[in-house]
Each structure stands twice: as C-alpha cells, then as structure tokens.
DNA sequence: AACCTGTACAACCGCCTAGGA
DNA sequence: ATCCTAGGCGGTTGTACAGGT
C-alpha cells in the first residue's frame, strides 16, 4: 500500500509559475490568508497541487521576502549558523529576516560552498581540508557533533516553529560555537528581531482568515529592516558578528580577503 | 553565428512529524 | 492505539541564462 499523493495529480499543472498564476494566488492569500493549502489551488483558481501553491508563497510571493544576493554579512551569518547547526536551512533561515531556506540552500550550494573550498575549508565540517584529511577522528567527531540534532527525539524538539519554548531550549544549551563566542547573541538578536521571517513561520505573516492588505506587511517588513540593519550596523553585537567569523576561522585560515 | 559548458535558482519529490478523527 | 491528513523539511532535478570556444 504506497502512500497517498499530497493532491490529486492528474491535471494538475507543473513548472514554472506565470505572472497570471502568481496573481490568482497572491490577491486570494492577501484578501482570505492562509488556510488549508490543499483547499487554496480550488479556491484560487488554480490548477496546481496545495503544496506547489504554499512553496511558490514561501519562497517567492510572500511581501516580507528580501530579493537579490545575500549580503557579505548575510553570507558570513550563514556560515556561522551552518557551523553550528549543519544543514537545517529552515534554521538558518529563521536567523535571516526575509530569506528562505531554499534560496539559503541554493546560495550555499552555488556561492559558499565554493568559496569556503578555495580557502581550504571543508564545507561541511567547518574545518581545514588539510586538517580534516590528516585527521579522520576530529573529522568524525565534527561530524558527529552536526548529525546529533538530526536524532529522532532531537528531530521532533526542531520541527516545532521557531521562536518557541523548544527552540530556545536547544538554543540554551551551550554548544561548541558558543564556547568560543561564535554565536554572539547574534542567533538570539535575529529570532527576537524576527520571529516571523523563516518559510517555516511564514503563517505568522497572516493568521487564518485574517485579511491584509499589502501596506501592512509592507510596513511590517520595514521594521524588521530596521532592526536588521541596526542589528548588522554594530549597534549591540552586530559588529562582532564578522570578527567572531573570522575568530572562528582562524585555525583553518578564513582569508577575509578571499571572501570580500 | 552556433554550439557547448557552467552557473544560478525555481520548483519538485519523498520523507517525516504533529495533530485530529 | 491506530490511521489519515496537512504542513514542513532537506535533497535533488529542471530550466533559463551567461560566458567561452
């Protein structure tokens, strides 16, 4: 007995997504929010599968979203956060306001990971090359260090949303980032600035039922600007975050050069 | 100009979990 | 306790575009 389809499939159009589409779907979410996803394709006029419809949302309509390249900050926090939390990009994302975690994942796969290679660090332990290849039991140790949140009891605490009880516990207990000031309180800054930004809170935006109109999440989105460009401009901890990076670093040779 | 290759990113797929019936 | 559904996540694929030959 093979598991059910999300939708009926049969029909249903796949691929890029036209300006048309995009429209029926945006004006229906802004005018009745969001609500069962399976329900938005019928209800919208649509003839795509709910889920295809809550991806195109989240990763591309959704007002609060920032488009373009990643910043160098940006990038240097997602390093940061890959170091401490592997790949949970939906986590990552959570720490950037107005990114997702695909467009963090596509940027890590096409940008970073290249770039953290040319200067000699394995992009998945966070470790010089020449180090890791020299030394298997560091590397399995790091590696055991970034699969151990990916534990089944762990794996249920992460799914909760961010911003929750569950999640600050993780963020509570110290971790090996932490320990050499890494994190800053970046992490916690970013979640407190918004604590509505990852794809995963993207509900947040418009409760069910709710109708908003754009200038609100417009406005809404230009708070979190603010706070974001304060939070980076060194007000607090922002300064730090780039200079505890490179700390970070370090031992494997992060050349801040290479990376500007 | 035509073709090839590499890159970037949008979109899809399959799996997992939570919550309700 | 079990089953089913919806939502969410991470990995992978598909496609458009740019640059090189």
Redesign the pocket.
């Known amino acids: 007995m093979g ?2 389809p ?1 939708c009926e499939k049969v029909g249903l159009k ?4 036209t300006a048309e589409e995009d429209q029926k779907l945006v004006s229906f979410l802004l005018s009745h929010g969001q ?4 329900l938005v394709p019928k209800l919208a006029g649509l003839l ?1 599968c ?3 419809c ?3 949302w989240t ?2 309509l959704r007002p609060d979203l920032k488009r373009g ?1 990643l910043s160098g900050e940006e990038e240097k926090l997602v390093i940061d956060l890959h170091a401490h939390l592997g ?5 990552i994302a959570a720490r950037l306001p107005g990114r997702t ?3 963090i ?3 890590w ?3 970073i990971k ?1 770039k953290l290679k040319k200067m000699g660090i394995d992009p998945v332990t966070h470790q010089s090359l020449s180090l890791a290849q020299h030394d298997p039991l560091k590397q399995q140790q790091q590696q055991a260090r970034l699969d151990e949140p990916t534990k ?1 009891l762990a ?2 605490q992460e ?1 909760t949303v961010s911003g929750t009880g569950a999640n600050d516990k993780e963020e509570a207990a110290p971790t090996s980032a932490q320990l050499k000031g890494v994190a800053c309180s970046a992490a916690s800054s970013a979640s407190a600035v918004s604590p509505s930004c ?3 809170a ?2 947040s935006v418009a409760p069910p039922g709710a109708v908003v109109d754009w200038p609100d999440l417009f406005e809404m989105d230009g708070i979190l600007d603010i706070d974001w460009a304060s939070f980076l401009s060194g007000d607090g901890c922002g300064n730090r975050i780039g200079v505890d990076l490179f700390d970070h670093y370090s031992d494997v040779g992060f050349d801040q050069q290479v990376w500007m």
């Open positions: 598991r059910q999300c796949k691929g890029p997504w609500c069962c996803w399976r795509r709910g889920k295809s809550r991806l195109r990763n591309y390249l790949n949970r990009w939906s986590k975690d695909n467009e994942k596509n940027h796969n096409t940008h290249k089944p794996a249920s799914r990852s794809s995963s993207s509900a």
